[in-house]
């Protein structure tokens, strides 16, 4: 079983739709929760990142971490075409390696 | 300011064959990653440089993976011997420190695309 699971999608909604993307983790251990936006043939970039439990906005995008749940949520708010990306989700513990831990991504499609 | 570069960002190579891959970090920015990242898949992280410390070299999958970072700046991922199944988009991703608290994240390349015949 994979530390952090993602569902794939892809995930099709029309524009301005609220859309709900999440990821399931299994260590307990972790502490930062990211969430990056990767367009096609580009790099990850980072959309949120939060600190243990808790909500945090920015703009459309809000990010939630419910740690007794072992489960992160974004949301964005009235979606556009040029939010068509993958989002995955990553995490990272607290003290030794710092590498992240990512899903696998969801596909994301907002139809005009 | 310039962002984090890799080259080559397309490499085919054929079975066997060894390849060499280059990351450019951000100036300045003392952390550096690669990861992997096959078709349908996460990011896989494989290899970590901070400042002068010895790299965790925990997620290279074999020891025909090996890094390299020069003067704290550029660094060099070489697959030796590849295998079809090295085939992947593989990331480079810098961050000012490790102390990902102060919101120094990862900031990541575009990746180089390597396809082994």
């Known amino acids: 079983q994979k530390e952090v699971e993602q569902d794939p999608g892809p995930l099709s909604v029309p524009e301005g739709a609220i859309v709900s993307l999440n990821c399931t983790y299994s260590?307990?251990?972790?502490?930062?929760f990211m969430w990056y936006r990767q367009y096609s043939r580009k790099g990850p970039e980072l959309l949120m990142y939060?600190?243990?439990?808790g909500n945090k906005e920015d703009g459309r995008f809000t990010a939630q971490v419910d740690k007794s749940s072992k489960y992160i949520s974004l949301f964005i708010r009235d979606s556009q075409p040029s939010d068509s990306a993958t989002y995955l989700c990553a995490m990272s513990l607290d003290t030794g390696r710092r590498a992240l831990t990512f899903g696998s991504g969801t596909r994301l499609q907002v139809q005009p | 300011g310039a962002g984090v570069s890799q080259s080559p960002s397309n490499k085919v190579t054929e079975k066997g064959k060894d390849v060499e891959l280059r990351c450019d970090p951000i100036?300045?920015?003392?952390?550096l990653y690669w990861y992997r990242q096959s078709l349908g898949q996460g990011l896989e992280f494989l290899i970590y440089?901070?400042?002068?410390?010895?790299?965790?070299k925990s997620g290279l999958p074999s020891d025909r993976f090996s890094a390299e970072r020069t003067g704290g700046s550029v660094s060099t991922l070489t697959i030796q011997r590849t295998q079809q199944e090295d085939s992947a988009v593989y990331l480079c991703?810098?961050?000012?420190?490790?102390?990902?608290?102060?919101?120094?994240?990862?900031?990541f390349g575009p990746g180089t695309r390597l396809l082994v015949l």
């Open positions: 991703a810098s961050s000012l420190n490790w102390r990902i608290l102060l919101g120094e994240t990862q900031y």
């Open positions: 100036s300045g920015h003392t952390a």
């Open positions: 939060t600190y243990s439990s």
């Open positions: 260590n307990s251990a972790f502490q930062y």
């Open positions: 440089f901070q400042g002068n410390s010895a790299p965790d």
